[in-house]
């Protein structure tokens, strides 16, 4: 053996030895806290060796955030695909809570990103096909909102697509439905530009067994065809399971060790997991994200909703894809080196507020309103209530008309994502209301259908009806039992006086609203109201925290009072992980 080879066998075995002697690492879950469902990751050598995620946001706009990330736990906001009403105009007039944006797959091809999706009308049948708008987004740029295009609409009766790019050219988008032999998963190609289906859809897998089969997702991996689907509904059973071809149109053949990946039957503070993907990262090695509530098997308190965990995955050639359990604080392969240095016009997830709302600014674009806003409801410092963000009143309050409707005349809301088990959140207002019912002031808010609201209103005095004074109101809707409505009439020390209003979570199964007046010395407050999260436990998304302005039904005209809102303030306490 010559000596070259001699060496060039000792480098190889050095190599060899510093990579399996590579530390594993550690982190924490979850990596997207708050309402971040449905995740859909990818990772791009090709850009700067990132990790791209895109998320569900049903009613929420601006919708379909896009958080990129350099080294799998630093994630940074850098927009959103579904940021101008023109693009999406029919999620002004979705009719039911859960309603809008499920379930995006995000994928790259051609340098270009796709991003598919669903708009759903959740108070008509399944087999309506106006429930279901299945659409496409493009961009050549997710770092510039304004390149996502308007939506391509394809037929579907169905939700939850994807898409896979064949060998033979041909583009394959899957879906899920409740198809006449029950449900299952479905395929046909398309034609991306103009959402035409090149034939009819085939049925390709009914799942094990479990119920709702969706989600899907193919991998071509070592000669198989690759379907993996989540199943028992987004509940505890909540698991996800994998069958694989030799042709991308079956017949697929199910893991022999199925579920892949739950937590059902576990004390895990983590449930409800399932709705997956995978992907790779720079060094090959397989991670995937699934979404998880931190609700324990109890499955009562859960405020947060829906959020995104991160588990490291084994799949060797030939084999099926082993997941690592979910749980708080995880280890696995080596992670890239820590990165917060990612461009991109959001926050990282983890991040707290600090808004002063200056001259020239913007909303923020974390900011989040429930359906489409009217804009002109929304002013960032206007002249003569400088570092203020002004909320002219809507008709409808934050319950609206039946609790899953508001239509084109929308309400007067914007929020932020809870993202932190334990938070404060607070912000100073001014608001001077003329007539009956007029009210502002913050809210935690899940849905139309589950909120409890701390504000001023005026209503008829106590002591003389003919009079009506300022009053501080707690309510809240849910469909479990929620505190009884308290009223105060607002101190008269505070009237006319620019007033904090703050939430805070005070321990892990309460929230407190309070009151009182801005900038005093002592910092005192008025608590009105304690609220259980189990109030926000329900559903697909999860709590916004934000301001509101309202005038409960009455007419709104240009003299209704508008609220001006400053020093937005949101300070993380703690996360809860297990």
Not at 56 to 64: E, L
Request: aromatic share 12%; glycine share 8%.
């Amino acid at each position: 053996m010559s000596a070259r080879t001699v060496l060039a066998s000792l480098a190889v075995s050095l190599l060899f030895l510093s990579i399996s002697a590579a530390p594993n690492s550690t982190f924490e879950n979850p990596i997207l806290p708050g309402f971040y469902p449905d995740p859909s990751c990818i990772f791009l050598k090709d850009w700067d060796n990132t990790f791209f995620c895109a998320s569900s946001s049903f009613n929420a706009f601006p919708g379909i955030p896009i958080h990129t990330s350099k080294d799998l736990r630093n994630w940074k906001l850098i927009g959103n695909v579904l940021n101008r009403p023109e693009q999406l105009p029919q999620l002004a007039i979705t009719n039911g809570s859960t309603s809008g944006i499920w379930a995006p797959t995000i994928r790259y091809h051609d340098e270009t990103f796709y991003l598919i999706t669903t708009l759903v009308q959740d108070k008509k049948p399944d087999d309506d096909p106006t429930r279901w708008d299945n659409i496409i987004f493009k961009s050549k740029n997710p770092y510039d909102p304004l390149s996502w295009s308007n939506a391509v609409h394809f037929e579907h009766v169905g939700y939850d697509p994807s898409l896979f790019w064949h060998q033979d050219g041909k583009v394959y988008v899957t879906g899920a439905h409740a198809w006449k032999v029950g449900p299952g998963i479905v395929q046909t190609t398309i034609n991306l530009d103009t959402g035409a289906l090149d034939s009819p859809w085939t049925f390709i897998w009914n799942g094990t067994g479990g119920l709702a089969p969706e989600g899907p997702r193919i991998y071509l991996k070592d000669g198989y065809y690759y379907l993996m689907v989540a199943e028992g509904g987004t509940g505890l059973d909540h698991m996800e399971t994998i069958a694989r071809s030799k042709d991308i149109d079956g017949p697929y053949e199910p893991c022999p060790f199925n579920p892949i990946l739950t937590n059902a039957n576990t004390t895990s503070l983590f449930q409800t997991v399932g709705h997956a993907e995978l992907f790779q990262d720079a060094s090959n090695n397989w991670w995937g994200v699934a979404l998880s509530t931190r609700s324990g098997p109890s499955y009562l308190n859960y405020p947060m909703g829906r959020e995104t965990v991160l588990a490291p995955v084994t799949w060797k050639a030939g084999e099926w894809p082993v997941w690592t359990q979910i749980s708080g604080k995880m280890s696995g392969w080596p992670m890239p080196q820590q990165n917060r240095n990612i461009r991109g016009i959001g926050p990282y997830v983890d991040d707290g507020d600090n808004i002063q709302f200056t001259p020239g600014s913007g909303i923020p674009s974390h900011f989040l309103y429930w359906r489409l806003p009217i804009e002109s409801s929304y002013k960032v410092s206007p002249a003569q209530h400088p570092n203020t963000l002004r909320l002219k009143p809507s008709r409808l309050n934050l319950t609206a008309l039946d609790g899953n409707f508001a239509g084109a005349e929308g309400q007067t809301f914007i929020g932020r994502r809870q993202s932190h088990s334990l938070f404060t959140y607070s912000v100073n207002m001014e608001f001077q209301p003329k007539l009956e019912e007029e009210e502002a002031g913050v809210s935690f808010f899940l849905t139309q259908n589950h909120h409890a609201d701390l504000g001023v209103v005026l209503l008829p005095s106590s002591s003389n009806n003919s009079s009506l004074v300022p009053h501080l109101r707690f309510r809240a809707v849910s469909y479990v039992p929620v505190p009884a409505t308290v009223l105060v009439p607002v101190p008269s020390a505070w009237l006319n006086k620019k007033l904090t209003m703050e939430i805070k979570a005070v321990n892990v199964t309460h929230y407190s609203m309070s009151a009182g007046l801005a900038n005093a010395r002592n910092g005192e407050k008025m608590t009105i109201a304690y609220a259980p999260g189990e109030i926000l436990s329900w559903g697909f998304t999860g709590t916004l925290l934000g301001v509101f302005a309202t005038t409960n039904g009455g007419k709104v005209t240009d003299s209704s009072a508008p609220a001006y809102f400053s020093n937005w303030l949101y300070t993380d306490l703690m996360q809860i992980r297990a």
